[in-house]
């Protein structure tokens, strides 16, 4: 019986060197991060300290780009949601990633990631912070809000006011909008250049704790590589001396 033009497209498919494509993506997380245990296990503690205890201490990760800052936090907000899911305990991680976006624009992508409807355009920061105000307000859970690559944030042409400045801010001071501090703040940023650009009165509440993540050297690189290739390609199709 002749085949099916599908039939053989499928078959050219599962005959190809690349089995798990999604392994090569940006976007794809390990179950472990390689050589970043000492530094997610340190942010881990801060985690598991605000779930189980209620300690909110602040978080101020940085390093140079390609350290795998964003990887290890993501892997730590999922594992969070999925523990604080699995044990009955009211609390949450929220990820939202602030690059390109103006003050305004990061705190609609927060209200959107927490589940609350509210429109892109149309409205001002004062109706969004009213609306988070209340949200917060209203809950019962806590909350450990990432704000990753903040340094490449986007200057609103209304607002002649940092933007960075003005997100740590009021994320810092939610305890004073509403009477419920149950928020852990981590803010990601590719140098501490940052925390220059922060006001005294920011910087006071903010008082994060820094977790740096160095350059990986050339040894680890190859490590990570071939851990990718085991896991995207089929054994024995990719020459370690490509590596």
């Known amino acids: 019986m002749t085949k099916s033009l599908l039939e053989k497209l499928k078959e050219s498919v599962s005959d190809t060197i690349l089995i798990n494509p999604q392994v090569l993506s ?20 801060h985690f598991v300290d605000f779930m189980v205890q209620g300690i909110s201490t602040n978080l101020f990760i940085w390093g140079p780009t390609g350290t795998g800052k964003t ?8 594992d969070y949601n999925d ?21 305004y624009q990061a705190i609609i992508s927060l209200l959107h990631n927490l ?8 409205l ?6 009213q609306v988070l105000d209340k949200f917060f307000g209203a809950t019962k859970e806590s909350f450990v809000i990432v704000f990753d690559e903040l340094d490449k944030m986007k200057q609103s042409v209304v ?10 801010y009021i994320m810092s ?14 803010v990601i940023s590719n140098d501490n250049t940052l ?23 050339a040894n680890e690189l190859k490590v990570i590589l071939m851990d990718r290739i085991e896991r995207a390609f089929a054994p024995g199709s990719v020459d370690e001396a490509a590596v």
């Open 26 to 45: 940006d976007k794809y997380l390990p179950d472990n991060l390689l050589f970043r245990g000492k530094e997610m296990e340190e942010i881990g503690k």
């Open 71 to 78: 990887h290890a936090i993501r892997i730590l907000v999922r």
């Open 83 to 103: 523990l604080a899911s699995r044990d009955g305990i009211p609390s949450r991680a929220v990820y939202v990633n602030a690059k390109g976006r103006t003050y």
């Open 115 to 122: 589940g609350i409807d509210f429109p892109a355009r149309g």
């Open 124 to 129: 001002g920061v004062a109706e969004a912070l």
């Open 159 to 168: 607002s002649k006011e940092d933007p960075v400045d003005s997100l740590i």
């Open 173 to 186: 001071r939610l305890d004073e909008m509403v009477s419920k501090p149950d928020v852990l703040l981590v």
């Open 195 to 217: 925390l220059k650009r922060l006001k005294e009165p920011t910087m006071s509440k903010f008082r994060p704790v820094p977790i740096y993540f160095r350059d990986y050297d």
